[in-house]
């Protein structure tokens, strides 16, 4: 069983669209994480949610919002998407802050 | 803020090669000190940890020690294999997230 899984693996898009990306942890954890890994593999945190309340947001443009219906859910939308979101997205969870579990990642194209 | 330098990668070695990969960190107080591994196409994956000075984080045949005086916590292996190709992360962590990850080093292990 994927113990955090994230759709869809591959997206690519064009400029100016708005896309989603969905997470789900069946792991019981009570932190979500979206971090962002570019080109050259520095893996920087988005976003941080606890118990469906945000507690991280670091400086990341307001295109981007994420949404936590409940505690095993964590997506991401993107507005008026950017070459420069073309990155791949990852994300995870964790149960008291460490380890983090981290799903398999999402690889944004924006064209 | 919290920092973290690995050393520059890619680091390519035969097998049965000894492997550092060098992890310094910049942080307030005693973080907790993780690797993380990625390997191809997957998100990354706790490797080992160190929750202490001096304490000795080990797993399939990886080593780090965290060391206060150097504010270090190095990679070893004494024996690669080509399975362990990957890209490796040093992720100082503080309370319940890990803000920044080193950029990652590339290993490349040949026959």
């Known amino acids: 069983d994927t113990a955090v899984s994230q759709t869809p693996k591959y997206l690519v898009t064009q400029m100016g669209n708005d896309k989603s990306i969905k997470c789900e942890q069946n792991?019981?954890?009570?932190?979500m994480y979206w971090y962002k890994q570019d080109s050259k593999k520095f893996l920087k945190i988005m976003f941080s949610y606890n118990n469906k309340e945000l507690i991280i947001n670091e400086t990341v443009p307001n295109r981007f919002s994420p949404k936590s219906p409940d505690k095993a859910h964590l997506n991401l939308h993107i507005n008026s998407l950017e070459l420069g979101d073309s990155a791949v997205y990852f994300c995870?969870?964790?149960?008291?802050?460490?380890?983090?579990?981290f799903g398999n990642g999402t690889r944004l194209t924006v064209t | 803020g919290d920092s973290v330098t690995q050393m520059e990668g890619p680091v390519t070695l035969s097998e049965e090669a000894f492997l550092t990969i060098n992890c310094t960190y910049t942080?307030?107080?005693?973080?907790?000190l993780f690797w993380y591994v990625q390997y191809p196409g997957e998100g990354l994956q706790l490797l080992l940890k160190a929750t202490k000075a001096d304490d000795k984080g080990s797993n399939k045949g990886f080593e780090a020690t965290y060391r206060k005086e150097t504010t270090s916590f190095h990679l070893e292996k004494g024996s690669v294999q080509v399975s362990d190709s990957a890209v490796y992360f040093c992720a100082p962590t503080r309370g319940n997230t890990p803000l920044v990850f080193g950029k990652g080093t590339r290993l490349s292990v040949i026959a």
């Open positions: 942080a307030t107080g005693y973080p907790s």
């Open positions: 995870a969870s964790s149960q008291g802050g460490l380890p983090l579990h």
């Open positions: 792991l019981g954890h009570d932190t």
